[in-house]
């Protein structure tokens, strides 16, 4: 681990029933699931946090967050990252978000793109990329979406094709890549020809922002984010052999390697954005007097406040067993969980806002409180990066064995 990220000690287990347990003795205060270590991480990522607030700068937080070692907690030590997993990076993305100032491209850039190098890169690629990860000074994209494809990575027709000198040429849209104008390059997934079957499969290639046919136009968003999103053209995009990452055979293999982690942080951003109203309306429910005690006293308010605390809490257990199983290499059982975690967080967050919003009345539409924004904001985890349905679709199929209707 680097000097500013607490070290992971305790050994971790999983039980036969999925649950995670650490041997560390619980700490005062914390949850029976966090090591001293977790605990000391969070304590310090929310003090950041704090000291940015809602009205934070991106670009400064993002370079006070790499220079203190939170953006690459999950990428290796030898590349100059923490050490740690998914477990350490969606907690640093949680407390950021419950501060009020969550880093969207901690989804994009560490944990996919760091993620799928980190595992499956080329030592030249590891040597390029991960220290610029690790410490801020260099942020990668991932596009995948297109706009004929939406939530079928099967149907995605970005395609590959060997060019003559050995390298790639890549034709194809993507829709709803974030933060492109602020990456240094753009993990694509593209579909190459698979030479014995004929059929395509899927590739990840690293694309510079300047590489001549690749441009990008920024699509008109209503939702206030301090990231943007961009339309992406790859027109005879030629790219040199080493651009492709990992194996050509691999296919979705190494894009759930990437894909799982983004649920799990999708997670991480919405509980963080839900404890953050949550906050808010206690804090108002607890002082706001209109008769004789503060409203928090009367149960129609306090107790839909303490609903969303459950469930909030509820949805960061399954968000930790996730994690946990995906770093210890439970790639099938992480699967599952981490689309139950972004499902469960995503349904809590939006409740938790609703919530928050009626709390305050008329004030929760106010600027002053900082609520009203969360109302749409809240709702892209429920359609980002996969929408509820699909989730459903998932677990249906995959963990209740039922028929597919697609």
């Known amino acids: 681990m680097s000097s500013s990220s607490p070290d992971r000690t305790g050994t971790n287990a999983t039980t036969p029933g999925g649950t995670l347990v650490e041997s560390d003795a619980p700490t005062p205060g914390g949850t029976f699931i966090e090591s001293e270590e977790h605990t000391a991480l969070r304590a310090a990522v929310s003090a950041l946090g704090r000291r940015h607030g809602r009205d934070f700068d991106r670009e400064t937080l993002w370079r006070e967050a790499g220079k203190l070692g939170y953006l690459g907690v999950n990428l290796p030590e030898e590349y100059g990252g923490g050490g740690g997993g998914i ?97 240094d390059a753009t993990l694509v997934v593209g579909r190459t020809e ?25 699509i008109d968003m209503e939702l206030r984010a301090a990231e943007k999103q961009f339309e992406l053209v790859l027109d005879d995009v030629r790219l040199p052999a080493d651009a492709l990452v990992g194996d050509e055979d691999a296919g979705l293999l190494q894009l759930f390697a990437g894909l799982n982690p983004e649920r799990v942080m999708t997670a991480a951003f919405a509980l963080g954005m839900g404890r953050y109203a949550l906050a808010r309306a206690v804090e108002y429910a607890g002082t706001r007097q209109v008769w004789k005690e503060p409203i928090g006293a009367h149960q129609a308010i306090a107790h839909p406040l303490a609903q969303a605390h459950i469930e909030l809490e509820l949805a960061r257990l399954m968000m930790r067993k996730a994690a946990h199983l995906y770093d210890t290499g439970a790639d099938a059982a992480a699967g599952e969980a981490a689309n139950m975690a972004k499902y469960a967080a995503a349904e809590a967050c939006v409740k938790a806002v609703d919530q928050a919003v009626h709390t305050l009345g008329g004030n929760g539409l106010t600027r002053e409180y900082g609520l009203a924004s969360l109302v749409t904001a809240a709702r892209v985890a429920r359609i980002a990066p996969v929408s509820r349905e699909m989730i459903l679709n998932y677990i249906s199929h995959q963990s209740l064995g039922l028929p597919k209707s697609y």
């Open 194 to 218: 698979d030479a014995r079957t004929g059929r395509l499969k899927p590739c990840l290639f690293i694309v510079p922002r300047d590489a001549p046919g690749f441009t990008r136009s920024p």
């Open 87 to 183: 477990v350490e990076l969606s907690l640093v993305l949680e407390e950021l978000g419950t501060a009020g100032c969550p880093l969207l491209m901690l989804i994009v850039s560490p944990a996919i793109c760091g993620t799928v190098i980190a595992r499956f890169g080329t030592d030249a690629q590891k040597r390029q990329w991960l220290p610029g990860l690790a410490d801020g000074s260099l942020t990668m994209a991932f596009g995948i979406t297109e706009p004929d494809a939406g939530s079928n990575s099967h149907r995605i027709t970005t395609a590959a094709r060997k060019a003559p000198d050995g390298g790639w040429i890549l034709n194809g849209r993507k829709v709803f890549v974030s933060g492109v104008d602020i990456a």
